[in-house]
């Protein structure tokens, strides 16, 4: 089994930056693809961004594009979400994901391992 643990969630005013973590631990002696979906009331979860198992690879969602880019410190299994230019309609709960196999995916369903989330409030 996998873990998953956020952190790096809070409170930031219109065009503001946060950096989110997330470390997985368990069996990760495998190839172990990652990503970030974020969820907010009333509405479903919704792909942000993801990278593969040795970081080369990175699929980014329309939400993300030019402003979080993701990035992944395979020695530590940390993967990154840099968020920056944080509009009040990012305010959500952020989740990271994983899943066996080298290759990021934008589909929920592909993901077996989920993290508790974070919450990012950002405020006008």
């Known amino acids: 089994q996998v873990q998953l643990v956020e952190s790096g969630g809070g409170s930031v005013q219109d065009g503001g930056s946060l950096r989110l973590s997330c470390v997985a631990s368990?069996?990760?002696?495998?190839?172990?693809?990652m990503g970030w979906f974020r969820q907010s009331p009333g509405k479903e979860r919704e792909f942000v961004a993801a990278?593969?198992?040795?970081?080369?690879?990175?699929r980014i969602g329309d939400v993300a594009k030019g402003r979080f880019p993701v990035s992944r410190d395979t020695g530590k299994n940390t993967i990154f979400l840099h968020m920056s230019n944080l509009k009040p309609e990012d305010t959500a709960m952020y989740y990271c994901?994983?899943?066996?196999?080298?290759?990021?995916?934008?589909?929920?369903?592909?993901?077996?391992?989920w993290g508790p989330g974070v919450q990012v409030t950002v405020s006008s």
């Open positions: 990278i593969g198992w040795s970081g080369a690879s990175t």
């Open positions: 368990g069996r990760t002696d495998r190839r172990y693809a």
């Open positions: 994901a994983g899943a066996f196999g080298g290759s990021p995916s934008e589909a929920v369903f592909e993901y077996n391992h």
